[in-house]
């Protein structure tokens, strides 16, 4: 069979020259390249000469539903695959023929739901692990010289090559939830229905992860979230928390640190009291069941 991989980037009033260098590095790995921009001033100029299909959305959509857009796009014209990016995120040369020979090796033994890379934050020292599920603490896998695959519990949205096949049976991604956690859910959705994910050591992605980065007293850096970005945390938390699929494992490891996110972003990060409301809103409206774009 042959396989055909359609990459997917999402892009939203995005940097020019970042949305340029990741296009430059994922076109010649993939078969197709579709860019669903959430309703960006001037996203025909940063693409001008650019190999890509443009999906033009009316307006900001949210990270979910474009995502979906663009997965409808690769099921209409006959793909096999979706890679899934992000505006920012830059593939390393080879990653994508990486992560489908790690795919078809792993699918002759397991149902396989997604691959993924492991990513490099240009803030870090090194690469980010990947991750499996435990109580109290998540336990964090790296790659070294030995190890080709990794089993996790979830991949990040970026850089995740999914069949369409999967995509089928499992469904697309939770528009309902707009930005945050769509990966995470998405995840647990899939393993739920006995599907595995892995991440593939051989296949390496540049990937900011996170708005910016602060120090806070002691040394800790922490990842700055705007107050509307906190408001999704705060409310697709919730959301996720409500969902059968979600294991309990995680809910039970996760409140602890939601608790100690609202009491960084009430006390040490600012617009402190902007922070507040925006994140007691999403718990309310996380608690009332609400999805869709937060209420302005």
């Given amino acids: 069979m042959n396989h055909s991989v359609c990459a997917v980037l999402v892009s939203f009033h995005p940097d020019e020259a970042a949305l340029r260098a990741s296009i430059a590095a994922v076109g010649p790995q993939v078969q197709a390249l579709v860019v669903v ?20 959305q009316g307006s900001n959509v949210g990270l979910a539903a474009a995502q979906n857009a663009g997965i409808g796009w690769a099921r209409e014209h006959g793909h096999t695959h979706v890679l899934i990016l992000d505006q920012d995120s830059v593939p390393s040369p080879g990653m994508v023929d990486a992560l489908l020979g790690a795919w078809l090796e792993l699918s002759a033994h397991v149902r396989v739901g997604a691959v993924g890379p492991r990513f490099h934050d240009p803030r870090e020292d090194r690469d980010a692990p990947f991750v499996r ?22 991949l990040i949205s970026s850089g995740a090559l999914i069949p369409l096949t999967v995509l089928d049976e499992v469904g697309g991604m939770d528009d309902g939830l707009f930005i945050d956690n769509v990966d995470l859910e998405w995840s647990f959705r899939a393993r739920s229905r006995g599907y595995t994910l892995f991440g593939v ?96």
């Fill in 37 to 56: 921009d959430n309703a960006s001033p001037d996203i025909d100029r940063a693409l001008t000469g650019a190999d890509v299909v443009l999906l033009e």
């Fill in 133 to 154: 599920v435990a109580f109290p603490m998540s336990q964090k896998l790296w790659c070294d010289a030995t190890t080709r695959h990794v089993e996790c519990d979830f």
């Fill in 201 to 296: 050591c051989a296949a390496l992605m540049q990937h900011r992860l996170g708005d910016d980065r602060r120090s806070l007293p002691g040394g800790r850096q922490q990842v700055v979230h705007g107050p509307v970005r906190l408001y999704y945390i705060m409310r697709n938390r919730i959301a996720l928390y409500r969902r059968p699929h979600t294991p309990r494992v995680w809910i039970a490891q996760d409140v602890p640190r939601v608790l100690a996110k609202f009491l960084v972003f009430s006390v040490m990060v600012g617009p402190r009291a902007r922070n507040v409301r925006y994140m007691l809103r999403g718990l309310a409206d996380g608690v009332r069941g609400r999805s869709g774009p937060w209420p302005r």
